[in-house]
């Protein structure tokens, strides 16, 4: 975890960076000064050997730096810090007025539950703006958490480019993300934002550099060379070319690597799209944006729609679209939230517990866990008087509150992993799984645990996917594979073999069958009853990564994270009813027998009505 303790030299390590970008200006003063359109680049993952009285002594010359315009720090930041260090580090910056902006890799948001929410605890910044009189910076986080080939542009960097376009126009752009472009699904909302611009696309290179050209310019920089030997580059825009210079850790040679004219760079034309005739198959009646990025699902409840942004805004309409209130929750929301009679109690990140007035958003109490909350919440009844609401932590408890007085009922640790599953419940039991793919079961009442089905995966965390029926609780195990335990003893009754590499399932109303979807788009329907694989379905599809399911009497509705949705009659016959739009799904509800609410992680809602 991020939070684990870390060698001390960490940090000292950090500074040796700032320290040659220090050394590299000492020795090209005389260009910079005649261009100051100009950024230095490392991949901070790794890291030459450190010297702390080296690094005390050059610390000041560091703070009269002043041909720099801007140092980027792209690269594993989680791999080389403790969150503490990284804390030194961002506050080093900013008490010194150091013009340095930090792009996080991969791996900062992948590769553990809370990553992603911690690091942006300590980078205040996951988008930047510079602009210069002829160039522009424009750095953003593009990872989707857990998917080390897919990226994305969130809405709030794509409106921030948005409100600088006309400032950008005619401009040079030196854009830095995490991921190159081809990894990027919207990349054409992004290039449609910078369009009548030249652009230069830079981003960390595993192995080797390479570029490429297409609408842009592309750039991939390595951190470490073919001696496995760190390195890192200038980036220079002088006499209109562009020039790629790479410089060693451990002595003083350079290697010239790339150099372009500009004026061979291509211009970025706004993308269109043919008009396209009315859908036969649907009719929109209501589309609101809210214009930021929403992950959790949709609340619904009669004529009422909820709606949570991951800035913490709460929104409430009804089936027509007229706003009844919108209330504001101080934290990052991206657990799902639950709806239970006239509460809607929800849970930041930063681990504070909201209940909230369903009726006119009015916050009625508030109360602070101590750690993260990485679980999504549930309601169940302890007893005719006494509703629980339960989740789980960071640090592997699980809690259970009184829904309407927030007094505590019990709080059990069980795991040294945190719980990211919403706790489902039956005949008093309540299960959960933590980020190893571990299955508990406890005692409602008191939190007692009944039993444990232990897996192990390190390298491959787990989602929020467990679902049950009256006898059997379906999991995941690490290997994608769907398996049902026992809901008395958690012992394994079936698995059936899948594999599949999207970690969620769904359950029928009727609990008849399981469905579960790969990122090739093949969908499976297994058995409850003995773990068969009853039929499956190919939706042809590439790179997806989630899925919502919401169905009707005699339809399955499935909205993807391309931003397709698809209809599945009885007799198996499939039918897209929306194109994509590479803007994942993330809420997909019924209204009523041909009316469905969908919103995208972009924070657009839509009521459609379906014709055909």
Known sequence: MLNAAMSDNSFIKIFQIFILFLLIGEVYTPILCQNKKYAIISEIAFFGKSDRNKIELLTTLLKREKNVNTILLSGNVESANSLHEL???????????????????????????????????????????INYEDVCLFGFNSV????????????????????????LKGKLIYSFSNLPLNKIINRSQLLNRIKNNKMIYFYPEENKFTVKIDQALEIGLPGIDKNNKPVYHLIENKNDSI??????????????????????????TEQTTASKKDNPTYKQIIRINYNSTSTTKLNLADNRIYITIDNGLLYLIDFTGKEKFVSEIFGDVKSNPILYRDLFLVATVGGDLYSINSNNGEVIQVAGIGENITSDLNVIDLDKTIKSVVFGTSKGRILSYDAFTFEILWDKKLSDKPIISKAVYENDKLIFIDASYSVYCVNAKSGVLIWKYSQKSSDNPAYNFPILNAS?????????????????????????????????????????????????????????????????????????FSFEITESDNDIFIGLSDGSLYRISDNKNVKQIIEPTFSPITGLAKINQDQLVIKNIDGNLSIIKITE
């Open 87 to 129: 804390r030194q580090l961002t506050s080093f910056i900013s008490e010194n007025n150091l013009n340095v902006k930090i792009i996080a890799g991969y791996n900062d948001y992948s590769n553990s539950i809370l990553s992603q929410y911690l690091v942006r605890q300590e980078i205040d910044e996951q988008t930047f703006v």
């Open 144 to 167: 989707i958490p857990f998917e080390k080939d897919i990226g994305y542009v969130n809405i709030e960097s794509l409106v921030l480019l948005d409100e600088e376009s006309k400032a």
């Open 243 to 268: 020039f790629v210079i790479k410089k060693y850790f451990d002595n003083d040679n350079t290697e010239f690597l790339f150099a372009e004219s500009l004026n061979k760079l291509k211009v970025i």
């Open 472 to 544: 059997k609780v379906f999991t995941l195990s690490p290997e994608g594979n769907v398996i049902a335990l026992d809901l008395l003893q958690g012992k394994k009754v079936w698995s059936a073999d899948i594999k599949t590499d999207i970690k969620k399932l769904y359950i029928n109303k009727t609990k008849t069958h399981i469905f579960a979807l790969n990122s090739s788009g093949k969908l499976f329907a297994i058995s409850t009853k003995d773990g068969k694989i009853d039929f499956n379905i190919e939706l042809n599809k590439t790179n997806i």
